[in-house]
């Protein structure tokens, strides 16, 4: 089944030392279909790049972590986190932010329940969901 395929792949993915999208970017040209993206801290001009790999009408969805959150808890989402997210909506991508109290079955859920809905603008703002502390949609 299309889970198994999924998780196998996951399974071997190994992590980058790079703090650049660039190489990442760049094996994604050419490319078709649904695109995934687990984003940490993402600066603005990174959210752009990411933004822009999606070339076709494949889904575009990611999830990207407040990392704040984790160094202290209780603390709030970061602004950059809220704008990475807005640049990647503009761009057409599902986005889902996730802090430290975030399930991840619940990230993934409202994931799911993006994938039936067309993408909002960004500048709707932003819909908190229950039960989701700082997850957006």
């Known amino acids: ?4 395929v999924l998780l196998n792949s996951l399974a071997v993915v190994k992590p980058s030392r790079g703090h ?3 190489p990442g970017v760049a094996a994604l ?3 078709s279909g649904l695109l995934v993206a687990v984003m940490g ?3 603005t001009a990174a959210a752009r790049q990411l933004a822009a790999s999606r070339r076709d009408t494949g889904p575009a969805i990611a999830v990207l972590l407040a990392v704040p959150t984790w160094a202290s808890p209780g603390q709030d989402r970061d602004r950059g ?3 990475a997210a807005a640049i990647l909506r503009a761009a057409g991508w599902r986005v889902v932010c996730v802090d430290a109290s975030t399930q991840l079955a619940v990230a993934w859920q409202q994931l799911g ?5 067309p993408p909002a603008p960004a500048t709707l703002g932003e819909q ?4 989701a502390r700082g997850a957006a949609v």
């Open 29 to 31: 040209r050419g490319a």
């Open 81 to 83: 986190t809220d704008q």
């Open 41 to 43: 801290q993402l600066s």
């Open 128 to 131: 908190k969901l229950p039960g």
């Open 113 to 117: 329940m993006l994938s039936s809905q």
């Open 1 to 4: 089944a299309f889970e198994d």
């Open 20 to 22: 650049d999208l660039g």
